[in-house]
């Protein structure tokens, strides 16, 4: 199986470089040129109609006929009777989806006494509660649960299904896939529906956020995906003639094959910077201890991490772990908030990669605010407390 | 106890840059690492060996010049290690990845218990594992942080949850996924680690038909799911000064913040 | 379908240049880069580094796996020497000394007896291995030795002292170089294996000193030192003979160690001059800058190029004692512009000694003179060149 170029045919015009979802061609001197990162996908092929400089051995896959299959549903999730909030997020796009392909959303609930749950979950747009309850589906147990969902899918046969990428889902999602024969994208951050042919495109980060891709899971069904806490948004829903379907499937404890001896609580221990989402840092702006416990609980609330300049490392204030730069640490936070800090490359080379910055500094021609996403200009020590204020009320979990 | 470790060779993203004018990723002279995850993985198996005996077995699946990963898992205490490579594996889902590591380990045959990194760093799927397992059907505990006991009959892990862990016992064989709070792994051993790069090498390649699979099941054939499409996101900063009174700004920023890509946005 | 290879071989190594090269780069920038500066500001030697290193077998690269080596050879020596150099000097000399010259004699004459109790646990880095041969008349004239070693009926009786002592105060076994026969000059030279344990065996304050300052060197004093005639590695008479063995290794490694330093001046200087910004445009778009930057990376290239060709020339056996003479001058002397280029580049950063330019400038000055001075090594290459 290969791609190759008909090097005559070649105008250059680089639409196939474009189309490659692999960077699998690119030019040389002037023509198109396969790599060896090429997966002979076929992708380049239909963009080059007009030259036919493309050529392959690939023989065109047949793509199964899926029309019987139907709805979108949504797993679940819940724990000790309570539901996980991305299970309401799911549904929410799942109306989206539904409506697009003219399907039903569904729910799935697993567990023992789970019933009081079925409410939520119809007002929140499942139109249908497929459950199963089980003394053996009391905690979540990997190959229960795979077994149960393998049994609904393959009774009801399901268009798409999406399932929290939680570390539950994690666990559950890639057994069922491989249990019911199809393809699984993982902690996906957009669902879409292509008009064409009513596939499910869903896009995800790969190499630590640098790359997006978009993926379609065409030769095999239900499409499947996990999706990560906190992108979709819930919304509320007024089922027409709910339906519960109460499905009885028998389990053996044996076949399970794992026991839970125990489940504690347990705060995360402390985060090392360099794995944190949100970074608040301070510089030689913020008013010492004090200044630094007020940034300390945004942190918090953010549920982030300190981070400072050498400066404020050197007055002992932070110990040299939490500090960033070029003689300290580089990070990659998801948001870096700057505060009373200039923004001298002695520190922004540690924190350039972050995704959002966000700059706090009374100097309005401080050169960190060239470097920021937003900022503020103005006083630390009245930005950051209205901050608080705000986030405080604004009734975060 | 026999251990068969999975490793995986991945670009290292924790150097990635992006081309400041195009945006695209900059693949020229990212260095090839061992999925650090595994890394984990490798050390626990190697430690269980030193205390009940038996071997760890490395396998693989990637390129030629993946058996550089193989080498480090031998200095690292690796007995043997075996790739899977073919021309025909490339392109694969996790699906196909999953099916052609579980041939792999078939052929392989004497295992009491896979270890594998928790995901890897270029794509985070986490998905591996436990497709392995379901192809294997055997019984899987992923997100493992501490390993209490091991002995035939079954092995009782810690797994990190959201809100703290839980301790349970599984079945032998299994397979377990582990992250990095599990052990801080060593370096390889020079004697080893050179005795695995001798004439007389310890790595075995295995191609498609040497483990009893098809072309048409593995690699880009046999994946569920295709890429249709891959983008840079578009990190430019646009340098925004907010305006108003502190009140004002300070409600603006955390409305942007709220419809930012980012996994706290909900949170907010 | 792919038919089952039957015939031909299924098997498939790496390159154990590169594997090790990749392993001693990994340890350097997770363990070393991180904590060097600070050790070095501290003056305190990395003691837990030196454990790992020896957990490594690190110290056994040179030997083969009979003597409970690693069953590497001079060039991967060489490398793994050159990558923890790029860290910090103090534990790359001192691991150097380790693997070479603090257990070479003792690797090349000792007993089985001896072997377990020093070289086994010397190569598993529970015991640091040193070399003494200087004096304070005695440097690059070795004629000079005074340090006395006087057979008695069981064994020698050593008397007499030794200066700028590598790990003088911490090594636990020395090998020195002494006279057994005052009259003969460098004819009446040997080398003895003295632990530190011995009778009669002390050591000064450690010097303080501009560069590697974790290292810790002093003198040492013999003061009736009683050891077994096992003890004497190699003949009476011999002992120049001895170090002649390892010259070129030796020359050849300090050249490794040269490299590294200058890998990492070249490395900071490269990352700093695309960071730093002045009049509106990184300062690494200044021409001065990029010539200075070009010099660094050509002279590189150059001092690799000889030092591969050097250990490998090593590993045939081959003889190569001037090219090793050359690459040693070339190397170090190339990495004393890079250090002094790279505090440049950083302005009056690089005089602070929160960056590591500083110490890579301080630390090079060592190279100078171990290994050889660059004023005897130009002699000896002319020499050679003008006797043939």
Request: aromatic share 6%; charged share 25%.
């Amino acid at each position: 199986m290969t791609i190759w170029i008909i090097e005559e045919k070649c105008d250059g015009c680089q639409r196939c470089i474009r189309a490659c979802p692999y960077e699998g061609i690119e030019m040389k001197d002037g023509i198109a040129s396969v790599t060896e990162r090429c997966t002979s996908c076929g992708s380049c092929i239909e963009t080059c109609k007009k030259n036919h400089a493309i050529e392959s051995d690939i023989k065109p896959r047949k793509v199964p006929d899926f029309s019987d299959r139907e709805g979108v549903w949504v797993f679940a999730e819940q724990t000790d009777g309570k539901l996980a909030g991305v299970a309401l997020e799911l549904l929410g796009k799942a109306q989206e989806l539904a409506k697009d392909m003219g399907h039903k959303v569904s729910a799935v609930l697993l567990g023992k006494d789970v019933s009081h749950l079925i409410q939520t979950l119809h007002d929140h747009g499942a139109q249908n509660v497929y459950l199963v309850e089980d003394d053996l589906l009391e905690n979540f147990r990997t190959i229960a649960y795979t077994t149960v969902i393998e049994d609904l899918v393959l009774t009801y046969k399901p268009n798409i299904l999406l399932i929290g990428a939680t570390a539950l889902g994690r666990d559950l999602a890639p057994r069922v896939s491989r249990r019911i024969g199809t393809g699984l994208t993982a902690d996906c951050t957009q669902l879409a529906i292509d008009p064409d042919e009513k596939l499910m495109f869903q896009t995800r980060p790969a190499f630590g956020g640098n790359v997006m891709a978009t993926i379609a899971c065409r030769y095999a069904s239900p499409q499947m995906a996990t999706v990560r806490p906190g992108v979709m948004e819930s919304a509320p829903y007024k089922p027409e003639n709910p339906m519960l379907i109460r499905h009885e499937i028998s389990l053996k404890e044996q076949d399970i094959r794992t026991k839970i001896l125990e489940k504690v609580t347990q705060k995360k221990p402390g985060t090392d910077i360099s794995d944190a989402t949100v970074i608040v840092a301070g510089g030689r702006g913020v008013n010492g201890e004090k200044g630094f416990a007020m940034l300390k609980e945004l942190a918090d609330i953010l549920g982030g991490e300190l981070a400072c300049t050498r400066l404020i490392m050197e007055q002992g204030i932070l110990p040299h772990d939490a500090q960033v730069g070029q003689t300290g640490k580089t990070i990659r936070p998801e948001i870096y908030i700057a505060c009373g800090i200039s923004g001298a490359v002695q520190h922004t080379a540690g924190m350039t990669g972050s995704r959002y910055i966000i700059a706090i500094n009374n100097d309005p021609l401080a050169p960190i605010f060239k470097l920021a996403n937003w900022g503020i200009v103005g006083d630390v020590h009245e930005i950051v407390p209205e901050l608080i204020k705000q986030l405080s009320c604004g009734g975060a979990s | 106890m026999d251990i068969i470790v999975l490793v995986k060779q991945v670009p290292n993203t924790t150097n990635i840059k992006l081309d400041p004018k195009t945006g695209n990723l900059i693949r020229e002279g990212l260095e090839s690492i061992m999925n650090p995850d595994d890394l984990h993985a490798l050390e626990a198996a190697v430690k269980i060996k030193e205390e009940t005996g038996g071997k760890v077995m490395a396998l693989s699946m990637g390129p030629p010049q993946a058996v550089d990963v193989l080498t480090q898992a031998m200095g690292m205490g690796a007995d043997k290690a075996f790739l899977l490579s073919d021309r025909a594996f490339s392109g694969a889902d996790t699906w196909a990845t999953s099916y052609t590591l579980s041939k792999g380990i078939e052929k392989i045959k004497d295992y009491d218990l896979i270890l594998c990194g928790h995901q890897a760093i270029d794509g985070d799927t986490a998905q591996i594992g436990p497709q392995v397992a379901d192809w294997l059907d055997i019984a899987q505990a992923t997100y493992v942080n501490d390993i209490e006991s091991v002995d035939e009959k079954q092995i009782v892990v810690k797994r990190r949850l959201e809100h703290g862990f839980e301790r349970v016992a599984c079945k032998m064989p299994a397979l377990l996924t582990v992250i990095s709070e599990l052990n801080e792994p060593r370096y390889p051993h020079m004697g080893q680690l050179i005795s695995a790069c001798e004439q007389k090498s310890p790595i075995t390649v295995w191609n498609a038909a040497d483990i009893g699979v098809k072309t048409i099941e593995v690699g880009l054939e046999g994946s569920n799911t295709h890429v249709i499409k891959t983008f840079t996101p578009n990190f430019k900063r646009q340098n925004e000064l907010l305006k108003g009174s502190n009140k004002e700004v300070v409600s603006d920023l955390i409305d942007r913040l709220k419809k930012s890509d980012t996994t706290i946005a909900y949170r907010l | 379908m792919t038919q089952p290879n039957k015939n031909k071989s299924n098997k498939i190594r790496s390159n154990a240049e590169d594997m090790v090269r990749f392993t001693m780069a990994q340890f350097v920038d997770k363990e070393v880069i991180p904590v060097a500066t600070e050790y070095d500001n501290k003056g305190e030697f990395p003691q837990h580094l030196f454990k790992k290193l020896g957990k490594m077998g690190i110290f056994g690269i040179r030997y083969p796996k009979k003597v409970r080596g690693s069953g590497g050879n001079t060039t991967l020596y060489c490398i793994a020497m050159q990558e923890l150099a790029r860290g910090l000097m103090s534990l790359a000399a001192t691991t150097a000394m380790q693997c070479l010259m603090g257990t070479n004699g003792l690797y090349l004459y000792g007993t089985k007896e001896m072997y377990e109790e020093f070289l086994y646990p010397a190569l598993k880095g529970d015991k640091m291995g040193a070399f003494q041969l200087t004096e304070p008349n005695a440097g690059s004239d070795l004629s000079a030795v005074r340090t006395k070693a006087e057979k008695t009926r069981d064994g020698y009786v050593i008397n007499g002292m030794k200066t700028w002592s590598t790990s003088g105060p911490k090594g636990d076994f020395h090998t020195v170089l002494c006279q057994t026969d005052p009259s003969l000059g460098l004819r009446g030279l040997a080398f003895f294996l003295v632990p530190a344990s011995t009778p009669g065996f002390s050591y000064s304050k450690p010097f303080d000193l501009l560069g590697t300052r974790t290292s810790s060197i002093s003198e040492i004093y013999f003061k009736d030192c009683h050891v077994p005639v096992e003890y004497r590695l190699g003949e009476e008479g011999r002992g120049l003979g001895v170090l002649l063995k390892i010259l070129s290794e030796i020359r050849i490694m300090t050249a490794a160690l040269a490299l590294g330093l200058h890998r990492a001046a070249m490395d900071d200087a490269i990352k700093y001059c695309k960071e730093r910004e002045q009049f509106g445009k990184p300062i690494g778009k200044y021409q001065l800058i990029q010539a200075k930057i070009a010099n660094m990376a050509v002279n590189l290239e150059a001092g690799q190029l000889m030092v591969d060709k050097v250990t490998h020339m090593i590993d045939q056996g081959k003889e190569c004692l001037n090219l090793a003479s050359m690459a040693k001058y070339f190397t170090v002397e190339s990495a004393c512009s890079a250090s002094d280029e790279a505090m440049r580049i950083f302005g009056g950063y690089g005089y602070s000694m929160e960056y590591s330019v500083q110490r890579y400038y301080r630390d090079n000055r060592f190279l100078l003179y171990g290994g050889g001075t660059h004023e005897v090594l130009q002699t000896t290459i002319a020499r050679e060149i003008l006797s043939k």
